[in-house]
């Protein structure tokens, strides 16, 4: 079955430390690949995407992400976190041109200072 | 960039009573939007995808007679709680599509409490 996997529920990270929050996805065929933030009791906000191109993109805030087809990953990154990136992150992904988005269980990124 | 506004961004009702839900597109036609629900410390859910002059589809699970989708046009879709009850409390997001893979435009969310 189609799915995205978080492998974190939990980051905790020290602020200006460097930080990666996993994402793999379950096939490798055609796929559009998302990451989103959400600040408590508010909607989502688009941190990146990936469509087709270059495998490295480069989002708000300062974060980036990998596309590694071999892998099935999409990894997120910032070098040096802020105490303003605590936040809910959500890795989503579009199977086929068309198809529902579909979002990882999340992974609540707080920082500490 | 594309704007979804969801209003109200928080309502509580009564027991028995209904509560719609309304998610608009500012700046762009969205054939397609759809409505998710989440629960505390949980993704989001998809509930329905609901196409402009066209009857929503909902996914398993979802019952079409307490969730009432409009999409009257290409700038509005509404959700409607009907006969709500607590367990019907939750996070409710719309979200818009205008072009495919262009990737979807959120609303800022609407927390329903029903007492």
């Known amino acids: 079955a189609q799915s995205v996997t978080q492998l974190d529920s939990q980051v905790p990270v020290f602020e200006e430390a460097p930080v990666e929050l996993r994402c793999n996805y379950s096939s490798s065929v055609s796929v559009y690949l998302f990451w989103y933030v959400q600040y408590p009791n508010q909607g989502l906000q688009l941190l990146l995407k990936?469509?087709?191109?270059?495998?490295l993109v480069k989002g708000i805030n300062g974060f980036e992400a990998e596309f590694n087809k071999s892998q099935t990953s999409f990894h997120l990154r910032k070098p040096s976190v802020h105490i303003s990136d605590t936040a809910e992150y959500f890795c989503?992904?579009?199977?086929?041109?068309?198809?529902?988005?579909?979002f990882g269980q999340g992974t609540e990124l707080s920082v500490k200072p | 960039g594309a704007v979804v506004s969801q209003h109200p961004s928080w309502v509580i009702c009564k027991s028995g009573t209904s509560v719609k839900i309304e998610c608009r597109s500012l700046d762009f036609q969205a054939t397609t939007m759809f409505w998710y629900r989440q629960f505390p410390k949980q993704s989001l859910m998809l509930m329905a995808t609901?196409?402009?002059?066209?009857?929503?589809?909902?996914e398993q699970g979802v019952e079409k007679d307490k969730f009432l989708i409009n999409h009257a046009s290409l700038t509005l879709s509404t959700l409607t709680v009907t006969s709500a009850h607590p367990e019907d409390s939750s996070f409710y997001i719309c979200s818009a599509r205008d072009r495919v893979g262009d990737g979807y435009t959120f609303g800022s969310g609407t927390r329903l409490t029903v007492v």
């Open positions: 990936y469509l087709s191109g270059s495998t």
């Open positions: 989503a992904v579009i199977y086929n041109q068309g198809g529902k988005l579909i």
């Open positions: 609901s196409n402009e002059g066209s009857k929503a589809t909902y």
